[in-house]
T-cell receptor, first 114, second 114 residues
Framework: KAGVTQTPRYLIKTRGQQVTLSCSPI?????VSWYQQTPGQGLQFLFE???????NKGNFPGRFSGRQFSNSRSEMNVSTLELGDSALYLC?????????????FGQGTRLTVV | AQKITQTQPGMFVQEKEAVTLDCTYD???????LFWYKQPSSGEMIFLIY??????QNATEGRYSLNFQKARKSANLVISASQLGDSAMYFC???????????FGQGTELSVKP
């Protein structure tokens, strides 16, 4: 069974540009969550999608957005990039939203904004 | 508000010895799940073990066990017979009954010495 696939693995962008990251969850999983990891702030929740609907959103500016498609694949978009957006972006997939549903992560996309 | 606290930024352990990584949590949710993840330098978050708040037994997965003390709100990870490949960052996380969002601690960097 294939794991969670995130593409691309690495990205270098310039301030002011926008970027789109992709996440393909484990087959059959309908919940996809996104997290930002930085040395200073640690792991922070961005948003969660379940069956194409955003169910939860973290405390991030509107420049961060996402969506989920009917096949459960998800994308997140960051517009007007800032230097502080440089981070490892992790996607997690779960079969459900309950407390006992394990979240499996992809390898992440490492974004560098210059 | 939910919170996870990991008070050990870094730890050393001798190969083949056991090590305990501390995790305390705070939540007002009646049910919740506690998770431990391993993050090697490659960046991928690897799921290790899960403990549900209503589970009577402590969870075990191979060399990993979770010492769950509900009254103390602690969920310590015990790694038995440490191996060099166990050197990594370890994160404790919690999911409450508000959806799929995971709250992470700041992590503990474990170094296994030969």
């Amino acid at each position: 069974k294939a794991g969670v696939t995130q593409t691309p693995r690495y990205l270098i962008k310039t301030r002011g540009q926008q970027v789109t990251l992709s996440c393909s969850p484990i087959s059959g999983h309908r919940s996809v969550s996104w997290y930002q990891q930085t040395p200073g702030q640690g792991l922070q929740f961005l948003f969660e999608y379940f069956s194409e609907t955003q169910r939860n959103k973290g405390n991030f500016p509107g420049r961060f957005s996402g969506r989920q498609f009917s096949n459960s694949r998800s994308e997140m978009n960051v517009s007007t990039l800032e230097l502080g957006d440089s981070a490892l972006y992790l996607c997690a997939s779960s079969s459900g939203q309950g407390v006992n549903h394990e979240a499996f992560f992809g390898q992440g996309t490492r974004l560098t904004v210059v | 508000a939910q919170k996870i606290t990991q008070t050990q930024p870094g730890m050393f352990v001798q190969e083949k010895e056991a090590v305990t990584l501390d995790c305390t949590y705070d939540t007002s949710d009646p049910s919740y799940g506690l998770f431990w993840y391993k993050q090697p330098s490659s960046g991928e978050m690897i799921f290790l073990i899960y403990q549900g708040s209503y589970d009577q037994q402590n969870a075990t997965e191979g060399r990993y066990s979770l010492n769950f003390q509900k009254a103390r709100k602690s969920a310590n990870l015990v790694i038995s017979a440490s191996q060099l490949g166990d050197s990594a960052m370890y994160f404790c996380a919690m999911r409450g009954d508000q959806g799929g969002k995971l709250i992470f601690g700041q992590g503990t960097e474990l170094s296994v010495k030969p």
